[in-house]
């Protein structure tokens, strides 16, 4: 059987992802395209456009923390879809995985490299990132994850241009070229795109990414949750991890190339053996820094 094309559409919250498939979905393209979403929210893609449409075939996965569950529930998913596909109860020509705006794509694009079977059986195409122009400072200053969206795309779509001015948009795209210079950009509108543009791109480059990232290939170990993340973490992680939360955090100006390391003063993240746990405090008293300082020593 010949190797099925991925494609992983990601994007922080609002930047378009479900109004750019949407688009896919509605093109009269004639290929048959299995859908998985990983959405935190109650509304997902529109069941009425989707019913209608036979030849898209949805996997709606678990609702839980995409960092936690993402890697095993796609394994399973990517291994369902593949051994149905072999028997002929399934037919499609490529996949398509949207992750929730909250998302990590590192993993998601690991878990084909990470699995014989799915290696055998599936070719990851392209990572395809939005940006949404109106938001993309804050979110690029704040969330680690919107930094690494980009610094993994291979292909940026600039959403919401026309809500911004053209110094803004102009220094985002400088911005963006700075912190990936590989991934060509593209403003779009409503989700405009061509097929050309979003399938068949042979866009995703291995040895790229271990340069940027030599750990990529590496199993992860679980990481600490923020505030964000979707669900209670009053739960002592209770997701079947029993490995420690090692890690170190260190400081990197957005010179740094790595997926990671897109904007001032942001944290590494590292997995090693040495003995650095990383936590959460949470406290609803105003934070006193230099206690916390007296108390670090």
Do not use: W, Y
């Amino acid at each position: 059987m010949a190797l099925i094309p991925a494609t992983i559409l990601t994007g922080f919250l609002g930047s378009g992802k479900t109004t750019l498939l949407k688009r896919v979905l509605t093109e009269a393209h004639g290929q048959k395209i299995a859908i998985i979403e990983n959405e935190f929210g109650e509304e997902n893609i529109d069941s009425d456009i989707l019913v209608s449409d036979t030849n898209e075939q949805i996997i709606q996965m678990s609702n839980g923390c995409i960092c936690c569950t993402i890697r095993e529930d796609l394994r399973t998913t990517l291994q369902s879809l593949a051994e149905q596909k072999r028997k002929g109860e399934l037919n499609f020509d490529r996949i398509v995985i949207e992750t929730t705006g909250l998302a990590d794509p590192g993993p998601v694009a690991q878990t084909f490299f990470m699995d014989d079977e799915i290696a055998e059986s599936f070719l990851l195409d392209s990572i395809l990132t939005l940006v949404d122009a109106k938001h993309a400072a804050q979110q690029l200053n704040d969330r680690q994850e919107a930094r690494r969206q980009v610094g993994f795309a291979d292909q940026i779509f600039i959403s919401k241009a026309d809500l911004v001015s053209k110094p803004e948009l102009e220094a985002l795209q400088h911005r963006l070229t700075h912190m990936n210079p590989r991934a060509p950009q593209k403003v779009v509108h409503f989700g405009e795109v061509s097929l050309a543009e979003v399938f068949d791109l042979r866009g995703f480059n291995l040895n790229a990414k271990l340069d940027i990232d030599p750990d990529f290939l590496k199993e992860e170990v679980p990481h600490v949750h923020d505030e964000h993340c979707g669900h209670d973490h009053d739960h002592a992680h209770d997701h079947g991890h029993e490995k420690a939360h090692d890690h170190h955090d260190h400081a990197h100006g957005e010179n740094c190339d790595h997926p990671s390391h897109q904007g001032e003063g942001h944290g590494h993240h590292h997995h090693f053996d040495d003995d650095v746990k990383s936590f959460v405090f949470k406290s609803e008293k105003p934070f006193d820094p230099a206690k916390l300082e007296d108390f670090l020593g």
